[in-house]
């Protein structure tokens, strides 16, 4: 059974005291997901919940997530650990900071920051070999779906992306499926849509790393993801979790996503 992974990322939004506040205040509203699932007798796992802050926050937010179930992830990171790199940060840096994840190659980044699957890569490596959980994100664009690259556009990232990783770093690795055209447009893929291409990616991971590998990675859907359809995305089968953008930023709404199972 694979834990599911509720991320935040909050982009480049929140001060420090703002991020301490959101925090303390999630933490009182996160309700505990021990017992089984409506359906079924399986076990409800706990999900992991994670918060990713701009860099500029990152401490308070770790202080703030202290003793409580939160973990806090960064957006970005550069694969180098040290050196004459001007405004970079490091992965050591951010595991020194008490972060556990760190998202990478979100669509934004390969959009305005020339993020390549080559230097996401790099970064996936480095994370890894700081101990970090990296939050890997994929997706097609619009142009991509409409002219049926979809599934080929998501291979590719994904072989380049994971190029020379061993199964026991890729069975570490938490994927973010993000068709580029549902991130911050109020359009959701249909869970349908999202379990497709998700199935898919499960099935390449088979394919290249083994089943156990396949069986165990933990694939997260993004876009649009509010409280209103939740409940739908979590009831596929293979999706894990969710990287939540607009609906991160305010605590009640990332909590009713956090606490799905309640609704
Ligand atoms: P959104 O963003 O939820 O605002 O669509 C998702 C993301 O960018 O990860």
Redesign the pocket.
Known sequence: MRIPVIAG?W?MYKLRGEAERFIEELSRQITPAEGSDTLGSAPALKPEIVVCPPFTALESAVRAAQGTDIRIGAQHVFWEAEGAYTGEVSPEMLRDLGCQYV?CG???RRQYFVETDELVNRRLKAVLKAGLTPIF?LGETLTERETGVTFTVCQRQLEQGLDGLTPEQVAQVVV?Y?PVW?????RTATPQDAEEVIRFVRAQLSGSFGAAVGEKVRIQY?????PENIKELMAQPNIDGV??????LQVDSFAKIVNWRDQ
Do not use: Q, Y
């Open positions: 990322n982009k998202i979100h669509s934004e994100c973010a993000e549902a991130i911050g447009t109020g993004g876009g649009s993801v509010k990287l939540v953008g607009g609906a991160s």
